[in-house]
């Protein structure tokens, strides 16, 4: 009796090789220090199988996906500047806001934790402005009672400033 062997076929198809011998695909949405959509990016296939794909952030790069994308160029990019747009309406308003945080400290001002940006997310968000704690940009924690400016950057193009009191908590 023979046993022939059978063929072992891949379970997903093999992803296409750029020239520096990464994995080439077309952007579906910008991503922050990679591209904007639309373009071919060359990403190691651990970035290509574990975040790009699954989070559908990018697509295999055919000359069918290219074609559609040039079709498509001008309306991704009104889409993009009405993006941006939005954005900047809503950068300006978040720097002429002012938020409290609240926090513990001593007699002379130090504070027994810290205030962080996960603290001025939560703030934010109770004066109905929605934020990632990644796009809060701090030199390092804040640890003393006083003013602060902080920046915040929505997108690539569009940062803001806001200012930021750390005050005591009140007594009860």
Request: proline content about 5%; charged content about 25%; glycine content about 8%.
């Amino acid at each position: 009796m023979t046993v022939t062997k059978k063929k072992r076929v891949p379970r997903f198809p093999r992803l296409p090789k750029g020239p520096n011998g990464g994995i080439q695909l077309m952007l579906i949405q910008s991503v922050e220090h990679l591209g904007k959509s639309g373009d071919v990016v060359e990403v190691k296939p651990g970035f290509a199988n574990n975040y790009l794909l699954p989070q559908g952030l990018a697509i295999v790069s055919t000359d069918h996906h290219k074609r559609m994308v040039e079709k498509h160029r001008v309306k991704l990019q009104d889409l993009e500047k009405q993006r941006l747009a939005n954005l900047r309406g809503l950068a300006e308003q978040i720097s002429k806001q002012s938020i409290n945080v609240e926090a513990n400290a001593n007699d002379e001002g130090h504070l027994y934790g810290s205030v962080g940006a996960p603290e001025i997310v939560s703030a934010l968000k109770a004066s109905g402005f929605t934020i990632s704690a990644d796009q809060v940009r701090l030199e390092g924690v804040l640890k003393e009672l006083g003013l602060y400016t902080v920046k915040i950057q929505m997108h690539a193009d569009v940062t803001t400033e806001l200012k930021v009191w750390v005050v005591p908590t009140a007594a009860h």
